[in-house]
């Protein structure tokens, strides 16, 4: 069997140790005599699991009690408009910050629910930075202040939390969830698509302050309902179960690894290798603010355009696969969340000098 080092920007690598135990566990898990996947989710064995994941999961982000955990479905798509439905709270609002393409989905949906002000945007620079917040025109009467954490296209990631005094703040978070500590009390509500950086896709998290629940709009579907999702511990619908066994894998994976300022050390040093050879080069580029680079999402542009096709044949040569940009974007893109080692991006860097070196 041979493995390769997985590049994907989502659904995205997962670590090999989940996946071994998620194998040997697939016919009888723990003596059950039946896959996870076919178990009730209502029955004994099933809940322990889901109650073990939720609880991991407040241990490596310190979730405090006042905050409810969501295992939902739908995706990041689905909670742009989930969010509005259920985050208005009477009012008629919200602020967005339009920092690339993820953003702009978030608003686009957003407007079908109510009126948007998008308070900043860093489109006329081309997205390769964070507007400061200095420069943003929030609303105080807003519902919220929505903003993408990782701009997992245009490799833009906030390295600051935005101050919105009373107005919660939401955050898409699905490419950076877990990749390093967060104060989640700075936040009303996080949400994140599992295929990055958590799981399989097909499980939606979602952490939210307790005190902004209750107050959806009444065409919200009842899945859909923070609420009532809440109130029935995530099942008030079959929960996607394999993929929250799974996910429930990856956070003690996570543990092991010594938690999420181990992890923030490790992604650190990994980006660096990528942006200190990127910046000494002049055969590739990227284009983003040094502050705001993102540490999961590196995109690079080699300078000759015509080579593209060679060095990602080359690449895939070398088992390095999947590092196609966006098509929206074109070029490279290398994602490096949690469970790409570090020997993946070195072996990365040293494909990037030595096919520079022959086409210089
Ligand atoms: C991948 C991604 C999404 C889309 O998630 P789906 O699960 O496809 O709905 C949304 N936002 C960000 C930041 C993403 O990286």
Redesign the pocket.
Known sequence: MTRVFNFSA?PAALPESVLRQAADEMLDWKGSGMSVMEMSHRGKEYVAIQAQAEADLRELLAIPANYKVLFLQG????QNAIVPMNMLRGKTSADYINTGE?AKKSIKEAKNYCKVNVAASAEDTGFTSVPPQSTWKLDPNAAYVHI?S?E?IAGVEYHWVPDTGEVPLIA?M??NILSRPVDVTQYGLIYA?A??NIGP?GLTIVIVREDLLGHALPITPSAFDYKQQADNDSMLNTPPTYAIYIAGLVFQWLKAQGGLKEMETHNRSKAALLYDYLDGSSFYSNPVAKGDRSLMNVPFKLKNESLDEAFLKGAQARKLMQLKGHRSVGGMRASIYNAMPVEGVKALVDYMKEFASQHA
């Open positions: 989502g995706g990041a798509i689905g993820w993408c990782n997992t898409d699905s490419s698509g295929q990055k896709a």
